[in-house]
Nanobody, 126 residues
């Protein structure tokens, strides 16, 4: 499985961005999916995840109500819609897939995820 990211960029505080991830050389429907981010000098952290059937999603507290993860298994893609972005959201964002899995839910330990996108920079600045 290979993941190819698109999106990212520079936005002012309060603005919105959308990140997308497309799978090649494989299909996503057996995988839990997630978005992680890593700011300079900090560890990579989970942001949001979605179960393999898309029935459940989980968000870290610092993005709840602002970010939305979604997936389209027919198109073999998943996305992170980010709104009300703040300077503390500035980081390199990575999409990731864990599986194949039979789990009905998703969790976000970095070590569980086997497949990663190349990363996309999100910068929130005035």
């Amino acid at each position: 499985l290979q993941l190819v990211q698109s999106g990212g960029g520079v936005v002012q505080p309060g603005g919105s961005l959308r990140l997308s991830c497309e799978a090649s050389a494989g299909t996503l429907d057996e995988f839990a999916l997630a978005w992680f981010r890593q700011a300079p000098g900090k560890e990579r952290e989970g942001v949001a995840c979605i179960s393999k059937l898309g029935l459940t999603a989980d968000y870290r507290d610092f993005v709840k109500g602002r970010f939305t993860i979604s997936r389209d298994n027919d198109k073999n893609t998943f996305s992170l819609q980010m709104s009300n972005l703040q300077p503390e959201d500035t980081a390199m964002y990575f999409c990731a897939a864990e599986g194949p899995t039979i789990d009905a839910k998703c969790i976000m330990p970095v070590s569980l995820y086997d497949y990663w996108g190349q990363g996309a920079q999100v910068t929130v600045s005035v």
